[in-house]
Nanobody
Framework: QVQLVESGGGLVQSGGSLRLSCAASGTIFSIYIMSWYRQAPGQQRELVASITGGGYTNYADSVKGRFTISRDNAKKQVYLQMNALNPEDTAVYYC?????WGKGTLVTVSS
């Protein structure tokens, strides 16, 4: 059974940075695309970034140049480095692998 556990969320001022982590267990990790999604209050869940097992990345236009997704296949972890945060980035951030989701970690950016 796949388990995904996010961590690293918190409260940060506008312009600040956070690094999210997602630890996976219960499955082979390196072959799967890993993704970060986010859901702001009253909004639909949206894709933020994804990374293939080989390290190819894809980003939402709203975070390009500010966020960086990376992974450590040996540790079964995926990361999201978030820089230049603004209040519009406030959301619960979720890790996704195949059809499995983590419970999310809250990121709040104050103005």
């Amino acid at each position: 059974q796949v388990q995904l556990v996010e961590s690293g969320g918190g409260l940060v001022q506008s312009g600040g940075s956070l690094r999210l982590s997602c630890a996976a267990s219960g499955t082979i990790f390196s072959i799967y695309i890993m993704s970060w999604y986010r859901q702001a209050p009253g909004q639909q869940r949206e894709l933020v970034a994804s990374i293939t097992g080989g390290g190819y990345t894809n980003y939402a236009d709203s975070v390009k140049g500010r966020f960086t997704i990376s992974r450590d296949n040996a540790k079964k972890q995926v990361y999201l480095q978030m820089n230049a945060l603004n209040p519009e980035d406030t959301a619960v951030y979720y890790c996704k692998m195949q059809n499995s989701w983590g419970k999310g970690t809250l990121v709040t950016v104050s103005s």
